[in-house]
């Protein structure tokens, strides 16, 4: 328990996009976008899927497991409810331990409850258990942002593309779909992670540091056709000195110039990241620190050196 994440923060992680989909709408399989700002935007639900996987493809205990295997695992069930029965079945000589230990001790175990502390997402994000006499809804201290826009605005392009599949058994020719691309956004996430709710979940900062630099390689290694073309180009985690502080609008201190118009953008050569808000707003009493990580030359020096500026290392 000593090592739970003892500070409050708030996160800030810029990646790029070229030519892709960065987070399509799953009801109309189109790019989700504001058309009032023509900002594209990305989900957090988007972003924890990437965290997810990632640390899946790391033998890392996860909860919420993309694929259909654990969903049909235990028959009718769920596959929440076989993902815990799975968790149990590993964890299942010291749940008796446990649970031998509550009843001398006249106190109750939640083997639920244990099973969900067991995944490196659960204590991240936080999750649901329904199962019989053991439910968990546990609030995660990690969240982000229900959608993110983009720093720029974007021109969506309309791409159509055949498939050497036929649409029906009728018809011997493949079909042709129509989908929405974004030539160039630059992705702002916005994060939080409460210290209060670390308790709960007993998130450690070992386990936030893994979350980084899973947020960091899965961005740059997402393999997907609609996914493959992006990178990951500076993360921020802006750390409170008190557990109740707050300072306003932290999505709005990284701003970008540039010659172009912002839907004529195509890559890092059009534009530079203006850190001067950032770097101001880090003179707060209430700042803390300012921890960040970039590979991108230009980026670094923009804010290397700076006071509060510390590089996180992975």
């Known amino acids: 328990m000593s090592n739970l994440m003892q500070n409050k923060s ?57 694929d259909k295997s654990h969903a049909s695992a235990e028959g009718k069930e769920s596959g929440a409810a076989a993902r815990i029965k799975s968790i149990k079945a590993k964890y299942s000589e010291e749940i008796k331990d446990l649970e031998a230990a509550a009843k001398k001790e006249k106190t109750k175990f939640n083997a639920g409850l244990f099973c969900l502390k067991k995944c490196i997402d659960v204590r991240l994000f936080g999750g649901i258990s329904t199962e019989k006499n ?22 969506l392009r309309m791409h159509q593309n055949t498939s050497v599949f036929s649409s029906s058994a009728e018809k011997g020719q493949g079909a042709i779909g129509t989908t929405s691309v974004v030539p160039y956004s630059i992705n702002q996430i916005h994060g939080w992670a409460n210290p209060f709710l670390a308790k709960n979940t007993e998130l450690s900062d070992d386990d936030l540091g893994k979350m980084f630099k899973a947020l960091w390689d899965s961005v740059n290694n997402a393999n997907t056709r609609s996914k493959s073309n992006q990178s990951s180009l500076v993360l921020f985690q802006v750390i409170y000195s008190n557990s109740t502080d707050k300072l306003y609008g932290v999505d709005k201190w990284v701003g970008f110039n540039s010659e172009k118009r912002d839907e004529e953008v195509r890559s890092m050569d059009d534009y530079s990241f203006d850190f001067s808000k950032m770097i101001e707003k880090s003179k707060n009493e209430k700042v803390k620190e300012i921890r960040y990580y970039t590979e991108i030359e230009e980026i670094e020096n923009a804010i290397k050196g700076k006071k509060k500026f510390t590089k996180m290392t992975f």
């Open 134 to 155: 053991h439910a968990v809804n546990i609030t995660g201290p990690v969240q982000f942002a229900l959608l993110n826009p983009s720093l720029n605005k974007v021109d």
């Open 10 to 66: 708030e996160i800030i992680f810029l990646y790029d996009s070229k030519y892709s989909m960065p987070n399509g709408d799953p009801f109309t399989g189109e790019q989700r976008y504001d058309e009032a700002t023509k900002k594209a935007l990305v989900s957090d639900v988007r972003i924890k899927r990437f965290i997810r996987d990632h640390l899946h493809n790391l033998e890392e205990m996860i909860y919420v497991i993309n």
